[in-house]
């Protein structure tokens, strides 16, 4: 429970596009009551502080699994998965764009996981798609999506025709419309982003929700909110 706009569109997600479990909702009060069996798993929408953040900057959609050590709060459940998801205060409204391509990346990343064994994953950076497969794809960066660093220079030696920066509005036309061979940016980051708060970074396929890449920074007075110029590099260097 929290932003109810926010609950229906998320369970309309689940409804539409989760697959790989039976699934029903629960409200908190049937959380708690489930939480300390391992046979659930649960899946919340959370919020993130780090260190130096003075509050929660990013929300989370996070997969856990029941059990008894649920007790000391859910924190201390194993966690399966957690993929950032937007901003905690004042979302962008393109989380709506991506919710359904978060949901897929979090089915396969949890199959991964339990076939796998969830220490040798690696986390998501190692779970994405290596970029040298993506050599025929395009990749559209959202104009909003890069830092203050992606200079002209950087964007002339490093972007070609299979490599754009175009209007975000533009770059979510193609997200939604699930457009083939083809990959989009999408940063979340808080709202407010002030130095300690973390930005995540991802390239998604658009017509199959594949992960390829995931990254994050600090931001510091430095280095602000986006894709940052050694992002750019090695996603460009890998498809060459």
Not at 126 to 150: G, H, Q, R, W
Not at 209 to 220: A, D, P
Request: proline share 4%.
């Amino acid at each position: 429970p929290g932003n109810t706009f926010l609950d229906g569109t998320f369970q309309d997600a689940v409804v539409s596009g989760w697959r790989v479990s039976p699934y029903e909702f629960c409200t908190m009060e049937e959380f708690e009551g489930l939480k300390g069996s391992d046979q659930y798993y649960f899946i919340l929408l959370t919020q993130g502080q780090f260190k130096k953040e003075a509050e929660p900057g990013i929300q989370f959609i996070t997969l856990v699994k029941g059990g008894p050590e649920a007790k000391d709060g859910i924190e201390s459940m194993l966690e399966v998965a957690t993929l950032p998801f937007a901003a905690a205060d004042s979302p962008s409204g393109r989380e709506l764009v991506y919710l359904p391509a978060l949901l897929d990346i979090m089915q396969n990343y949890a199959i991964a996981s339990i076939e796998k064994d969830f220490s040798v994953l690696g986390g998501l950076s190692s779970f994405a798609t290596n970029m040298s497969k993506a050599k025929k794809m395009d990749v559209i960066f959202a104009d909003e999506d890069l830092s203050e660093e992606i200079t002209d220079e950087i964007i002339e030696s490093c972007f070609n025709d299979k490599t754009k920066v175009m209007d975000i509005d533009d770059v979510d036309t193609l997200a939604e419309e699930n457009t083939p061979e083809t990959l989009v940016s999408y940063v979340i980051a808080p709202a407010d982003a002030a130095p300690g708060s973390f930005c995540y970074k991802l390239l998604i396929d658009t017509y199959n929700h594949e992960l390829y890449y995931f990254r994050k920074h600090r931001i510091s007075k430095k280095t602000g909110a986006g894709f940052l110029a050694e992002d750019i590099k090695r996603i460009t260097a890998s498809r060459k």
